[in-house]
């Protein structure tokens, strides 16, 4: 099912990632590999590979600036469940 359903999102996905940085996409393909939410925390933060926690937060930041993500309290949240699900079955 998600196959077909990527099959008819896939070239609006790669158009939204053609306007990521790479720390963005780092941050992408982590929230996506936890499954799709997160906190400023622990694996998620290792996961990112990016040494620097403010620089992760500039770019998850930036994410929501994009719509992209969204966040209500602390957890980051894909706003397209789908694009994470895609994001992981890519392997990006």
């Known amino acids: 099912a998600f196959q077909h359903l990527f099959g008819d999102e896939?070239?609006?996905y790669s158009i939204l990632l053609e306007n990521v940085s790479?720390?963005?996409l780092d941050c992408l393909?982590?929230?996506a590999?936890?499954?799709g939410s997160a906190s400023m925390e622990g694996n998620f933060l290792r996961l990112t590979g990016i040494?620097?926690?403010?620089s992760v937060?500039?770019?998850?930041?930036s994410l929501v600036k994009k719509r992209i993500l969204f966040r209500i309290g602390k957890p980051y949240r894909f706003t397209d469940p789908f694009f994470g699900e895609w994001i992981a079955a890519s392997r990006l």
């Open 51 to 54: 040494a620097n926690n403010s």
């Open 29 to 31: 393909r982590a929230l």
């Open 10 to 12: 896939e070239r609006a």
């Open 57 to 61: 937060q500039r770019a998850m930041n």
């Open 22 to 24: 790479r720390q963005q």
């Open 33 to 35: 590999e936890i499954g």
